[in-house]
């Protein structure tokens, strides 16, 4: 079945606790991307990726981290988690080439909160 | 940099009638994808609807269709004959085809109540 998988789905942390969310697509999309969803401001875009090794900043990056070191996987670095990034995450992916849809296929949403 | 505005935070519609949902963008570009995403309770995000800018001709998925405006740079979202699993938060959204393009531009949401 072709999805977006992320993990932990859940997770309370401290503020400080490094922490890491995975995200794992088995399209083999070339784009992959993280956004946050906080009550009345939409969807914001984190980070993004265009393939393997090459990543780029989205709207809303401080704070996070990312790497691409494997086409399939794209996971989300909180180095020193705040409140303020107490929020829903969500990864995606596209493909990205000549004749591609665009759509993006979203996980299912990591509900991170930072006490 | 583009911008994507859902002017009506809130919308409700009695079941079977027909609703409108509103999207504007601001955009300098040409080429690029337009987007309704549907996220129910379940919080998980659902392609609704694609338009790609080139084509003139709305798109249309059973009862979702759009109406798509390029040079007012409008894209609304009516959705017929509804019913109560359409109940859910409506996201419009942009996508650039420039291959060096990589952002994504999100509404902040229209939530859709469905009355029986």
């Known amino acids: 079945e072709a999805q977006v998988t992320q993990n932990p789905r859940y997770l309370i942390t401290v503020t400080g606790k490094k922490l890491t969310v995975t995200c794992s697509q088995n399209m083999n999309h070339e784009y992959m991307s993280w956004y946050r969803q906080d009550p009345g401001l939409g969807l914001r875009q984190i980070y993004y990726s265009m393939n393997v090794e090459v990543t780029d900043k989205g709207d809303v990056p401080e704070g996070y981290k990312v790497s691409r070191k494997e086409k399939r996987n794209f996971p989300l670095i909180l180095e020193s988690p705040s409140p303020n990034q107490t929020s829903l995450y969500f990864c995606?992916?596209?493909?990205?080439?000549?004749?591609?849809?665009?759509?993006?296929?979203f996980g299912p949403g990591t509900r991170l909160t930072v006490t | 940099a583009q911008t994507v505005t859902q002017s009506q935070p809130e919308m409700s519609v009695q079941e079977a009638e027909t609703v409108t949902l509103s999207c504007t963008y601001d955009?300098?570009?040409?080429?690029?994808?337009l987007f309704w995403y549907k996220q129910p309770p379940s919080r998980q995000m659902i392609l609704v609807i694609r338009q790609e800018a080139y084509k003139q001709q709305n798109a249309t998925e059973n009862r979702f269709s759009v109406n798509f405006q390029k040079a007012a740079k409008s894209f609304s979202l009516k959705i017929s004959d509804s019913q109560l699993g359409d109940a859910a938060m409506y996201f419009c959204a942009y996508r650039s085809r420039r291959t060096n393009a990589g952002k994504s531009t999100f509404g902040d949401g229209t939530t859709l109540t469905v009355k029986p």
């Open positions: 955009t300098s570009e040409s080429d690029y994808y």
């Open positions: 995606a992916s596209s493909l990205w080439r000549l004749g591609g849809s665009y759509e993006q296929y």
